[in-house]
């Protein structure tokens, strides 16, 4: 397409946009009202140094399986008359039945993400809509800061039961929280001063579209990996400090001290993911969203999108293939990471101090990872398709080797030495997804469709426009 019938298109699909009730942007306004400054960029990344998962996604999830296990007993003895040993099956009644703590752990955990799929879907659409993503970012923040604190009174292995509620709710919260911050990241990348010429170098008819649209690509991969990366910094002085909280407490001294270490470092670590939390709240711009369709509620909206996405799939079947591999992938990530994490930390016999060292093995080579992702892709400019098929393979051989282990009791994460080699592996070679699949995502998502009464413009190949919204497809 040359770049006189490109920017006619374009120039058209304005003048169409112009004569529709929707309140879009004019592409030709040179306001810079929401033009991304670095002060709000990288209020952005400080908030993914708090919202690391410290709390909610690992050392919750630790204290819950050590207060299980102390609240086990061996099934090959009298019910709750032998304490569980490293050598001995450990049990506990739950839901009607008498299961391993294990198995615990994983049912909680199945019973959380349900929850999290439940809500994601009734508000998850909300991100979209009028204002509400920056509020809903807020309160789930606030939420998980005040489970992080509720673990200071869940030190006694006696409350587990309160263990299962902190646990599922830290996860929900932990996870909405991240899903409606990480939605924010398009917007930013889409306002940057370099992308908002380039689109109107586009619009001018001096800059190809291709050439804009592998500009924003790399623009948003920038600033996911970059959020990566300063999270992971961050991370490790956090994981640093709280070595020093360990020696100071003793926490190998006793089970008693370890058991009180766990709940003080959830704690500390929601303190400092409020306190990273705050630049965000205040410096991010109140970007508008869609208006909602008539007849639509926001409590509806959800369910409505769902059902337009599975119409849609016969028309947008490649758009379909990708997001159920995206499903079934993640899903396949986060039960071979949730199951390594569970072995994890009865190899180590629940220690807190040597789970954090663990954990800052994985975050540094993490932070390695991801960058050197980004470098080879910067350098070779590579697609994000590319990069993500090539992180995959990696997932898969980690999977593969837990699988190994099913059959065999030489490895498949029951050693020491395997839980150290798990965590470089994981940072250098499986973490880039979390980055990928991101922003993957964001570029399978501008693909356009019409729904009835949806006021949207689409043109083959070119720009669509989607609510007040710019986005791009090939």
């Known amino acids: 397409m040359s770049k006189l019938t490109e920017k006619t298109e374009i120039q058209e699909a304005v003048a169409q946009n112009d004569a529709t009730d929707l309140d879009l942007p004019n592409l030709e306004d040179k306001s810079t009202i929401w033009t991304t400054t670095r002060l709000e960029l990288w209020a952005f990344y400080v908030f993914y140094i708090g919202n690391n998962g410290l709390s909610g996604f690992n050392f919750g999830p630790s204290q819950f399986q050590n207060l299980l296990f102390l609240a086990g007993y061996d099934p090959s003895q009298p019910p709750f008359t032998a304490p569980c040993g490293a050598d001995t099956d450990c049990v506990l009644p739950y839901l009607g039945r008498i299961r391993d703590v294990n198995s615990i752990v994983l049912l909680t955990n199945g019973m959380s993400f349900a929850l999290q799929a439940f809500v994601l879907l009734t508000i998850g659409a909300w991100a979209d809509y009028g204002r509400w993503r920056p509020n809903i970012t807020i309160v789930f923040t606030i939420v998980a800061v005040a489970v992080s604190f509720a673990w200071l009174g869940v030190k006694d292995p006696s409350k587990w039961q309160a263990g299962v509620a902190l646990y599922i709710l830290g996860l929900i919260a932990y996870q909405c929280a991240l899903t409606f911050w990480t939605a924010a990241f398009p917007g930013l990348a889409r306002d940057l001063p370099e992308i908002k010429q380039s689109f109107a170098d586009v619009v001018d008819g001096k800059k190809l579209l291709e050439d804009h649209e592998q500009m924003e690509s790399l623009e948003r991969n920038r600033i996911s990996n970059v959020s990566f990366a300063v999270c992971s910094a961050g991370e490790i002085i956090i994981l640093a400090i709280m070595v020093g909280i360990l020696k100071g407490v003793k926490s190998d001294e006793s089970v008693e001290n370890n ?77 071979t990471v949730t199951v390594v994490g569970t072995l994890q930390n009865s190899v180590v016999s629940y220690s807190t101090l040597q789970l954090t060292l663990l954990l800052i093995v994985g975050i ?26 090539f992180n995959v393979f990696w997932i898969l051989i980690l999977t593969i080797w837990g699988l190994i282990g099913v059959h065999t009791d030489k490895f498949g994460f029951k050693h020491v030495w395997e839980i150290w080699l798990y965590q470089a592996f994981y940072g250098l070679m499986v973490c880039p997804w979390y ?12 693909l356009c469709f019409v729904l009835g009464g949806w006021q949207d413009v689409c043109l083959h190949r070119t720009t669509c426009f989607v609510g007040n919204h710019h986005c791009f497809r090939k």
């Open 259 to 335: 058991t009180k270490a766990f709940s003080i470092l959830i704690a500390f670590s929601g303190g400092v993911w409020l306190l990273c939390a705050l630049p965000w709240f205040f410096l991010e711009k109140r970007r508008p969203g869609l208006s909602l369709p008539p007849g639509m509620s926001l409590l509806t909206i959800g369910f409505k999108q769902t059902y337009v996405a599975f119409r849609e799939c016969v028309r947008l079947k490649q758009t379909f293939l990708y997001l159920i591999f995206y499903f079934l992938m993640g899903d396949v990530l986060n039960t």
């Open 364 to 389: 540094v080579t993490q932070g390695l990872g991801i960058y050197l992702f980004w470098l080879v892709q910067k350098r070779f400019q590579i697609s994000t398709k590319a990069m993500l098929c």
């Open 435 to 446: 980055a990928y699949s991101q922003t993957m995502i964001s570029e399978v998502l501008v």
